[in-house]
């Protein structure tokens, strides 16, 4: 079981996100708690992915072949 929490809203808020989680069959209570999860869970994923590129960066990639010399990368 979670911990409870409580939030000052501004009653035209409440009113709009307790239509919200009627609209998805859920109490204003679980539409917050999946809001928030949803929300953690995707910077989470976020972060993850960031790391990932930076260490691929990091490494480099192998393209094949040699480098190219100056001559060559200019070339038209």
């Known amino acids: 079981m979670g911990k409870n929490i ?8 409440i009113r709009q996100a307790k239509h919200a989680a009627v609209e998805q069959d859920q109490s204003l209570s679980e539409w917050i ?19 990932k590129a930076l260490q691929r960066m990091k490494r480099g990639f192998h393209l094949g072949g040699e480098p190219l010399s100056r001559e060559q990368a200019h070339e038209r």
């Open 6 to 13: 409580t939030l000052r809203l501004d009653e035209s808020v």
């Open 33 to 51: 708690t999946n809001l928030i999860t949803r929300t953690v869970s995707k910077k989470t994923r976020s972060l993850s992915a960031r790391e």
